[in-house]
């Protein structure tokens, strides 16, 4: 979408206006999912990995913002995150450890949630159900990462569930369809105008 609308506009000065912009949107997005990891709720000695509202930021980013913007802002996101800028939850070490910590496999296959997410919401009609149904199968997603990479430190799957699964599923199912509502409005609104 953001390419064929660059290459629609006719002058030079049209074309860079509008890769400024696509440009913007994309560094927003991955300050969006910043402040959205800063909404924590620790639940520690429960389980090492905190109840962030950065799932959802990531899931809005995806559907909001397509496949291809999505997985951008969320690769930006993590190169924030490596460099060092104070965008990962606070409740972790921060800067590259983040990656080698509990929440690492979750951080990983962000931008693999938001290209998912988005993708399947570009794809025919922009309902509830769609978005919802994309919610639900990048969340999948979102889990196998971080079960997978629990499962690397505990070397047990009932043990990577209980640390990473079963404390947020009901959060999960709120996320998914608080996403889908808003994108399916900010969808309509959009065509409104």
């Known amino acids: ?3 064929s609308a660059i290459q629609a506009l006719g002058t030079p000065q049209e074309r860079a206006v509008e890769a400024s912009r696509q440009v913007a949107v994309v560094v927003g997005a991955s300050v969006f999912v910043a402040l959205c990891a800063h909404i924590t709720i620790p639940l520690m000695p429960l389980t090492p990995v905190p109840l962030t509202v950065q799932n959802l930021g990531v899931l809005l980013v995806g559907l909001l913002l397509g496949s291809r913007r999505g997985f951008a802002a969320l690769a930006l996101y993590l190169l924030e995150g490596a460099v ?3 965008v990962f939850n606070p409740t972790g070490p921060g800067g590259i450890a983040q990656f ?12 693999f949630v938001a290209f998912l997410a988005g993708y ?3 794809r025919g ?6 978005a919802a149904i994309a919610g639900l ?3 999948i997603l979102l889990f196998a990462g971080g ?5 690397v430190f505990t070397h047990s799957l009932a043990k990577a569930a209980y640390l990473g699964l079963y404390w947020f599923v009901a959060a999960e199912v709120m996320k998914v369809m608080f996403a889908a509502a808003i994108a399916t409005r900010w969808r309509r609104s959009a065509v409104k105008q």
């Open 147 to 151: 079960l997978s990479w629990l499962y």
């Open 137 to 139: 199968l990048a969340e």
């Open 120 to 122: 399947i919401f570009e």
């Open 100 to 111: 080698h910590g509990a929440t690492g496999g979750f951080l990983i296959v962000y931008p």
């Open 84 to 86: 060092g800028l104070p």
């Open 125 to 130: 009609a922009r309902s509830f159900a769609r």
């Open 1 to 3: 979408m953001a390419k």
